[in-house]
């Protein structure tokens, strides 16, 4: 059975930093695209990062790139998402998901998408 569980979210102060984890148990990540989307409330879900299943390229949303640090960890099926200089609109529930099959050109579409963790909530006061 497939399953994504996610720990690491939670209040942080402006500036501050988190770590997000998304670890895969069913499936081998160095298989599989995986992505990061987070969802703020009021707001639809929204694209943060993204990697292919070769690793080799990984994908920001503007608003996050250079403050955010997609990787992954083959050995122990674990996709991190690393957060630095977080700010109060970061304040979101964010996801993870994966799928095996990703069209490049759509990889920020979470349609692209059909396995997601249960999303962990970070708070980031001002």
């Known amino acids: 059975q497939v399953q994504l569980v996610q720990s690491g979210g939670g209040l942080v102060q402006a500036g501050g930093a988190l770590r997000l984890s998304c670890a895969a148990s069913?499936?081998?990540?160095?298989?599989?695209?995986t992505a990061w989307f987070r969802q703020a409330p009021g707001k639809g879900r929204e694209f943060v990062a993204a990697?292919?299943?070769?690793?080799?390229?990984?994908y920001y949303a503007d608003s996050v790139k250079g403050r955010f640090t997609m990787s992954r960890d083959n050995a122990k099926n674990t996709v991190y998402l690393q957060m630095n200089s977080l700010q109060p609109e970061d304040t979101a529930v964010y996801y993870c998901?994966?799928?095996?099959?990703?069209?490049?050109?759509?990889?920020?579409?979470?349609?692209?998408?059909?396995?997601w963790g249960q999303g962990t909530q970070v708070t980031v006061s001002s």
């Open positions: 998901a994966m799928n095996q099959w990703v069209i490049l050109s759509a990889i920020e579409r979470e349609d692209q998408y059909r396995m």
């Open positions: 069913g499936v081998t990540t160095s298989r599989y695209a």
């Open positions: 990697m292919r299943a070769t690793g080799t390229n990984t």
